[in-house]
């Protein structure tokens, strides 16, 4: 079973503040993803990357820097933080792209106060 | 662009019902689709996936999804449901293609609560 880790679990800020979560995947995925989770919106895409150094925008990237360091690492960063970033983040990662199965992270709780 | 519909917010059933969760996509050719599914405080978890072939595909748990490409849609069933399927279900489809390789559209989710 894919292993996806993701820190912190919880976090709060305040608004303008600096944020970074972690996403580790120890199964030498290719791909990597963040994602954020609201009520009535479901998964968005933020950010992707395909490999090391790699990032691709995703469909909601407003706000949001990534970092891929390394292939098991791949950072989300919001530099200033606002309160329409509360949300509930997830990372996950696949071996490649289109018809692989995405494994998921157990997900960051992030309010912006 | 592509586009995945979950018409059903929430569905409630009772213990040993069948089920069946809807869900339609959008697109100009055939996508992989797939279900996820997210118990309660954790991450999603794939419980099928679909690209070609028998269009009825099983998954994990007793649950099977029907393909219909005249009416793009890809319903989740599941003959009798117990008290621990209660979760998030969401549909899922990607047919990106160079860089948007591996990239999925999930549906808005359907919450479904099962009486025991």
């Known amino acids: 079973e894919a292993a996806v880790t993701q820190s912190p679990r919880n976090k709060v800020t305040v608004t303008g503040g600096n944020v970074t979560l972690s996403c580790r995947q120890t199964?030498?995925?290719?791909?990597m993803y963040w994602y954020r989770q609201d009520t009535g919106h479901g998964l968005r895409l933020i950010h992707y990357?395909?490999?090391?150094?790699?990032?691709q925008i995703g469909d909601v990237p407003d706000g949001y820097k990534a970092t891929r360091t390394t292939q098991e690492d791949f950072f989300l960063l919001l530099e200033l933080a606002s309160p329409s970033q509360t949300s509930l983040y997830f990372c996950?990662?696949?071996?490649?792209?289109?018809?692989?199965?995405?494994?998921f992270g157990p997900g960051t709780r992030l309010l912006v106060l | 662009a592509q586009s995945v519909t979950q018409p059903d917010a929430r569905v409630t059933v009772s213990e040993g019902a069948s089920l069946q969760l809807r869900c339609k996509y959008s697109s100009s050719v055939t996508p992989y689709l797939f279900w996820y599914v997210q118990y309660p405080r954790q991450g999603l978890q794939l419980l099928l996936k679909y690209y070609s072939g028998d269009p009825v595909v099983q998954g994990v748990n007793g649950f099977e999804a029907e393909f219909s490409k005249s009416n793009s849609s890809f319903h989740l069933r599941k003959a009798s449901v117990h008290w621990s399927d209660s979760a998030v279900y969401f549909c899922a489809v990607s047919m990106g293609t160079g860089a948007n390789t591996g990239k999925l559209t999930f549906g808005h989710g359907t919450i479904l609560r099962v009486h025991p």
């Open positions: 199964n030498s995925h290719n791909y």
């Open positions: 990357s395909y490999g090391a150094g790699n990032l």
């Open positions: 996950a990662s696949s071996l490649g792209g289109l018809q692989d199965t995405q494994y």
